[in-house]
């Protein structure tokens, strides 16, 4: 190594400070997770303020033909967001035995089930391991729905409904 070759430990050290605070992120496959946000931006934005917004705010590349190809043609989107919800739902499904299409659409069901001490997970196993392991992704699974899900507008979680019911007619 020559002494005036570059330090390659700062050279490193640059590029993870720029890549964390100002480099664009890239946004293939992003829009999946982010569709039911920017449906709901686009009641109120055009899709030109939503890409704007997305690139001056968290530096996230994602073009306005991008997103208004994704509104026009929403079902996958839809369909790829219930595929993300289910898994966490099915753990809350299983735990409080009441069918994900009831309380993924009654917010205050919901939170009375799972904030009522008479309606705490139910687990099974013997090992103590296995019972907080349990509970641990119970409890992970509300903070899911609670951040994922109940956060939306219940006219956006709406849009979801029938990709749900798609889903358990199948497995009948």
């Known amino acids: 190594m020559n002494i005036n070759d570059p330090d390659l430990h700062e050279v490193g050290a640059a590029l993870t ?77 299983d735990a409080l035995d009441w069918p994900m299409e009831k309380f993924l659409y009654n917010q205050e069901g919901f939170e009375h089930e799972v904030s009522d001490s008479k309606t705490s997970p139910r687990v099974s196993g013997d090992s103590n391991d296995e019972i907080q392991r349990s509970i641990w992704e119970y409890e992970n699974a509300v903070h899911f729905l609670r951040q994922k899900w109940f956060s939306l507008d219940p006219a956006v979680r709406d849009k979801c409904w029938k990709y749900f019911q798609a889903k358990e007619e199948e497995e009948k």
């Open 17 to 93: 400070e720029y890549a964390g605070e100002e480099a664009e992120f890239s946004a293939r496959g992003i829009i999946d997770e982010l569709f039911p946000y920017i449906y709901q931006a686009s009641r109120r934005m055009s899709t030109r303020a939503i890409s704007r917004w997305l690139e001056e705010g968290p530096k996230i590349k994602l073009s306005a033909v991008s997103i208004a190809k994704a509104l026009r043609n929403p079902e996958k989107y839809w369909e790829g967001f219930a595929e993300f919800i289910e898994p966490q739902a099915r753990i809350v499904q």
